[in-house]
T-cell receptor, first 114, second 114 residues
Framework: NAGVTQTPKFRILKIGQSMTLQCTQD?????MYWYRQDPGMGLKLIYY???????DKGEVPNGYNVSRSTTEDFPLRLELAAPSQTSVYFC?????????????FGDGTRLSIL | DAKTTQPNSMESNEEEPVHLPCNHS???????IHWYRQLPSQGPEYVIH???SNVNNRMASLAIAEDRKSSTLILHRATLRDAAVYYC???????????????FGQGTILTVHP
């Protein structure tokens, strides 16, 4: 049981390049989330999804796009990478029901934009 | 979102109990108190949550003040593996529109000495 799998683990991009951060879960959870974490700070929500085909913006969505075509996958797309997007990115999932099911996090993708 | 206030850092010795405080004076009646921790170079990990009554699980105990304006996470016997950043987070209960989103503060850095 892998839980939440994020790929790649590390990546260096040049300014203006684009890339997709992958997140896959095998827990059959409806809710999925993308966060970013800057050094010494807490996590900030980028986008979230409440089920396949449904996504919405979080606190810091500018410069990112998401899609949710299946329950398992929730990729995060950076179209024009900027130095301000250097961060660690975490994907998380949560089961349904009340808002108190815990979130399960992946190990993160460490992204540097140079 | 209701905010939480935690000390920036705390220290403990191995095998001693640790009490991590959290103030949340603007908590609403339906907000649950959640605790997550983040070990170095890992994603956050769920620890415990509660509403009004004290809660225990295999990882920790959560003591909630009678007026719910503060809470304390208790690690009964700290180990070196418990060294992490601990986040106290308020989350809306059922019926809210938060979709289980988590708002992270900066948390408390716990150092455990051998």
């Amino acid at each position: 049981n892998a839980g939440v799998t994020q790929t790649p683990k590390f990546r260096i991009l040049k300014i203006g390049q684009s890339m997709t951060l992958q997140c896959t879960q095998d827990m059959n959870h409806n809710y999925m989330y993308w966060y970013r974490q800057d050094p010494g700070m807490g996590l900030k929500l980028i986008y979230y999804s409440v089920g396949a085909g449904i996504t919405d913006k979080g606190e810091v969505p500018n410069g990112y796009n998401v899609s949710r075509s299946t329950t398992e996958d929730f990729p995060l797309r950076l179209e024009l990478a900027a130095p301000s997007q250097t961060s660690v990115y975490f994907c998380a999932t949560r089961g349904g029901g009340t808002g108190n099911q815990p979130q399960h996090f992946g190990d993160g993708t460490r992204l540097s934009i140079l | 979102d209701a905010k939480t206030t935690q000390p920036n850092s705390m220290e403990s010795n191995e095998e001693e109990p640790v009490h991590l405080p959290c103030n949340h004076s603007t908590i609403s009646g339906t907000d649950y108190i959640h605790w997550y921790r983040q070990l170095p170079s890992q994603g956050p990990e769920y620890v415990i949550h509660g509403l009004t009554s004290n809660v225990n699980n295999r990882m920790a105990s959560l003591a909630i003040a009678e007026d719910r304006k503060s809470s304390t996470l208790i690690l009964h016997r700290a180990t070196l593996r418990d060294a992490a950043v601990y986040y106290c987070i308020l989350r809306a209960g059922a019926g809210g529109t938060s979709y289980g989103k988590l708002t992270f503060g900066q948390g408390t850095i716990l150092t455990v000495h051998p």
